[in-house]
Structure formats: structure tokens, C-alpha cells
């Protein structure tokens, strides 16, 4: 895996742009194991290279939603352990583009959310939304984060997502709460 992270190095925001592509169909390498270094060398192009890795995340999700519409259940069993699509599939009834949104986020890898946004066919502006979002977050806060502090951003990193990640479930769950609470109670007509 070294091999490849040095191998797309050596095409700098291209090998970036690839890495973050291909992560989103099928790779098993994160696009961070290369961001983090390239935004730490020059972190006045660290919030660039964020946003590079955000496009080329987004548009591989494009082309992993597609696979899943076209080969749908069958590109779910190829691609995405059982575990992770009655996860999602779970998500997706429950929380539509809430469940991208935290997917995106969360430890669940990409491309399988893509590919089962895909198969489920969940709204393509709803997926688009949700994934600029979410990889936007994951990307752009750590590019912010390297450009204000530098080398210091790491730790800041580690202890904010796991923050921001305990506060985007608590409020998926409130929210979660509140929608059930609003269809038990019944409606009165206005008259």
C-alpha cells in the first residue's frame, strides 16, 4: 500500500485528484494517507488540496452511484460486506440524506455508500448534496485546520472529528426522535 501512496505522490494534485476518484468506486486507500502530507509541505495549499480531494471524491461517488443503479444488488454483494449494506439500507429508510451525510462521515468506507446510494436508489441531488457535505467536511476541515495551524492540526484533527462525530449522531438521533414524535401526534384541522 506504501508502494501506491508514493506512487500517486509522485503526480502531486493529480495523483491527489486519482486517489480521491478511485477511493470512492473501489480503492482501499484513503485519500488522507496523501492529502494530509501534501496540505502539511506547503500549508498554504492545504485548503486547495482539500478541495481537490472533495471534487475528486464526489465525481468517483458519481460514477459508484451509477454502478449500483445499473448493476445494482449485484454490485452490492460484490463490492460492500452484507454488514455495511444492512447498515446503510437501514440508514437510507430511516434517514434518506441524513444517512449519506453521516455515512460520509463516518468509518463506513465511501465507495460503499456510494454504490448502495446507487442501488437504493436514493434521489441523485439528495446523494450530491449530502456527499459534497460530508467528503467536504472530512476534507476541508482538515486542509482549514492545516492551513491555520500547520503541523499542530493533527492532533486538533483527531480530537475534533471525534467530537463532531459524537454531536452528528446525537443530533441525527434527536432528529430521529422528533420526526416519530411528529407523526404520533395527531393532526387538527384548522377550521
Known sequence: MEQLIVFFQNFGVLGLFII???ES???PILPDLLLVPMALSVPEKAIYYSIIATVGSVLGGIVGYFIGNKYGIIAVKKYVPNKYVEKINGWLEQY???AIFLAALA???YKFV???SGVFRINMVVFLIASVFGRGKRFLLEGILIFYYGPQAIELIKTY???FMIGVIIFI???AVAIAVMRKVPQRKLS
Open 20 to 22: 480521491s476518484f478511485i
Open 173 to 175: 438521533v434527536l432528529l
Open 114 to 116: 456510494s454504490i448502495s
Open 96 to 98: 434518506g440524506g441524513w
Open 107 to 109: 468509518p463506513i468506507p
Open 161 to 163: 472529528s471525534n467530537t
Open 25 to 27: 468506486i473501489f480503492s
